[in-house]
């Protein structure tokens, strides 16, 4: 069974960078599409970054010139750049693959989340 982690959350001011990474394990037939999300305090979970099937990279309205999603193929690792980050940043931030399994289906896989706070 497929699994993926994230690593890299903390704490950061505003105006300040933090890198996460997700990688996967397990038994991997493909990847159709990776990506994160993010929920803050007391909200929903909410869309961050995507690299779709069609790799496209599409991004939130709110995180646009300012995230980057980037991947490794070699390692199927994922990354999400922040950059000038803002308080209302600060969630738990979720990635998320998309990956075929050995009985020809398509998983959902989600990490644990990583946190990240911003603040003075």
């Known amino acids: 069974q497929a699994q993926v982690e994230e690593t890299g959350g903390g704490f950061v001011q505003p105006g300040g960078s933090l890198r996460l990474s997700c990688s996967p394990s397990?038994?991997?037939?493909?990847?159709?599409?990776m990506g994160w999300y993010r929920q803050p305090p007391g909200k929903e979970r909410e869309f961050v970054a995507q690299i779709p099937s069609d790799r496209i990279i599409k991004y939130g309205d709110s995180v646009k010139g300012r995230f980057t999603i980037s991947v490794d193929n070699a390692k199927d690792t994922i990354y999400l750049q922040m950059n000038n980050l803002k308080p209302e940043d600060t969630a738990v931030y979720f990635c998320n693959y998309g990956i075929l399994t050995q009985w020809g289906t398509l998983a959902e896989v989600w990490g644990k989340g990583a946190r990240v706070t911003v603040s003075q």
């Open positions: 397990g038994t991997i037939m493909g990847i159709d599409h």
